[in-house]
């Protein structure tokens, strides 16, 4: 068990709200490194693991914003971001600081930011990659963004959450940094599921083709995680096609601003309105992989390849 470095932080109540996949492994390591921790979440019984683990259970967000010293909130989208912040700042404390983890563009942090700053209230960007799996052992990568003495006055805690803690720069460095990673992640899935049903139809051990990608120049993080999840057949990344369309309408708009051509991001985009229109905006990110899997049906299925990752 790790606990929070000495200093001011030693003491600080954190208020985490939005309990989702990411959110509870995130507010479940603060609980797990001594922080005190107060949760809340539409759906109070994905909170019941972390009371179970010392974390206390507020009523509403606004009753959670008032008990503690900092709030964070992760989220599923920049509206409900938005909502839940306005609900909370006259609630906050003096000198409270709002820590937000959710996946934003670079103008919504600004606007958002402002929006705080209006109340007294300075915010800290704080988008997360990694993947789910991670996150519930405490080591995601933490992109941080914002004013330096912000950032260590978090430090303890983003060391409670995470492994690696890069200090982006201003608020709205994050969140360019955020949407090329998780442009590269999707990137990567559709090159493994390509690579893989190469390996299929060309007659060779899945399984095998699966080690000895991991083991070439070829490989990459997503291979390893989510190619072996695609072999399962459970596709379960705990992250859907949803969000992989909001991540990538992200990336294309940056390409657009910064006059960069994204021609992979472009196809791979495609790829995922085609995933969305078969499966649902609901199906897990990895599905893409099905789509080869049903225009040539032939599915990419091996033995001994995990459902979740853990």
Partial sequence: MRHPRGGQGDNMHYGYIGLGNLGAACAGCLVKAGFKVTVYDLNPKLAEPLVAMGATLAKSAEDLAGAVDHVITCLPSPAVSERVLRNILPRMKKGASWVEMSTLGRDEVLTLAAVAAESGVRMLELPVTGGVHLAYQGKITMLAGGDKD?????????????????????????????????????????????????????????????????????????????????????????????????????????????????????????????????????????????????????????????????
Avoid: C
Wanted: charge should be negative; aromatic fraction near 8%.
């Fill in 150 to 310: 912000l950032f260590d006055l978090h430090h303890g805690a983003m060391e409670a959450m995470g492994d690696r803690i890069f200090h982006m720069g201003p608020l709205g460095s994050s969140s360019i940094i955020k949407v090329i990673t998780n442009m590269l992640a999707f990137i990567h899935l559709k090159a493994t599921s390509e690579a893989l049903m190469l390996a299929k139809r060309g007659g060779l051990d899945l399984g095998q083709a699966w080690h000895a990608i991991a083991a070439s120049s070829g490989n990459s993080f997503v291979h390893e995680t989510e190619g072996a999840l695609i072999l399962n057949g459970s596709y379960d990344i705990a992250f859907n096609v949803d969000l992989a369309l909001k991540d990538l309408g992200f990336a294309l708009g940056f390409g657009k601003e910064f006059g960069v051509p994204l021609d992979l991001a472009s196809m791979t985009n495609q790829t995922y309105i085609a995933a969305k229109a078969a499966y649902g905006g609901e199906a897990q990110s990895p599905m893409i992989a099905k789509l080869l899997e049903d225009l040539l049906d032939t599915d990419l299925r091996a033995p001994g390849f995990p459902a979740r990752l853990e």
